[in-house]
T-cell receptor, first 114, second 118 residues
Framework: GAVVSQHPSRVICKSGTSVKIECRSLDFQATTMFWYRQFPKQSLMLMATSNEGSKATYEQGVEKDKFLINHASLTLSTLTVTSAHPEDSSFYIC??????????FGSGTRLTVV | AQSVTQLDSQVPVFEEAPVELRCNYSSSVSVYLFWYVQYPNQGLQLLLKYLSGSTLVESINGFEAEFNKSQTSFHLRKPSVHISDTAEYFCAVSDLEAGGTSYGKLTFGQGTILTVHP
């Protein structure tokens, strides 16, 4: 089946630094990827939708300058958390849409900002 | 706009007992319904989905869900749970994007934590 590889699985960074999270579709081309954020014991909140070769579409309330999304190829999308602060600590999950078949999720990245 | 409500935040059950996780949705258009399972610190895995056709859909590990359009529900059931079913379960809905060739964005419910006790 379709696989989305997400790295790193865990990252700890200092406040003020930037962190990049990668999502790769391993055996299919993902023209669209979704980035979610999940707080403890809460549901997934859609942050943005990225389409290959174009600018990401951010959901209301999501700072596009803080959460930079790049989808430069059909198999790779990246989320960069810039100037991270403790309140950015969360679980980030990507998902790739497979045309008419549905969605495949990455395994998630636990970001801790200290 | 679409929304999903999972009526129970936590469901504790004993092993081999039946379980039902409830999900209701609202949408002004035709929807596609999904159940996902999430184990701690992991991504989401598709459990089952309803796209069209038979309103009763089944997963390979014994779960089933029934799409009820009149009640706008998509409840998840299993007749006999195992310890390994302990996880968080999310109900989600999407529609078709304009042009009808791709699913739209997924909207998730709040999640239900299923805990199976020995």
């Amino acid at each position: 089946g379709a696989v989305v590889s997400q790295h790193p699985s865990r990252v700890i960074c200092k406040s003020g630094t930037s962190v990049k999270i990668e999502c790769r579709s391993l055996d299919f081309q993902a023209t669209t990827m979704f980035w979610y954020r999940q707080f403890p014991k809460q549901s997934l909140m859609l942050m943005a939708t990225s389409n290959e070769g174009s600018k990401a579409t951010y959901e209301q309330g999501v700072e596009k300058d803080k959460f930079l999304i790049n989808h430069a190829s059909l198999t790779l999308s990246t989320l960069t958390v810039t100037s991270a602060h403790p309140e950015d600590s969360s679980f980030y999950i990507c998902s790739a849409r497979e045309g008419i078949y549905g969605y495949t999720f990455g395994s998630g990245t636990r970001l801790t900002v200290v | 706009a679409q929304s999903v409500t999972q009526l129970d935040s936590q469901v504790p059950v004993f092993e081999e007992a039946p379980v039902e996780l409830r999900c209701n949705y609202s949408s002004s258009v035709s929807v596609y319904l999904f159940w996902y399972v999430q184990y701690p610190n992991q991504g989401l895995q598709l459990l089952l989905k309803y796209l069209s056709g038979s309103t009763l859909v089944e997963s390979i590990n014994g779960f089933e869900a029934e799409f009820n359009k009149s009640q706008t529900s998509f409840h998840l059931r299993k007749p006999s749970v195992h310890i390994s079913d302990t996880a968080e379960y999310f109900c989600a809905v999407s529609d078709l994007e304009a042009g009808g060739t791709s699913y739209g964005k997924l909207t998730f419910g709040q999640g239900t934590i299923l805990t199976v006790h020995p």
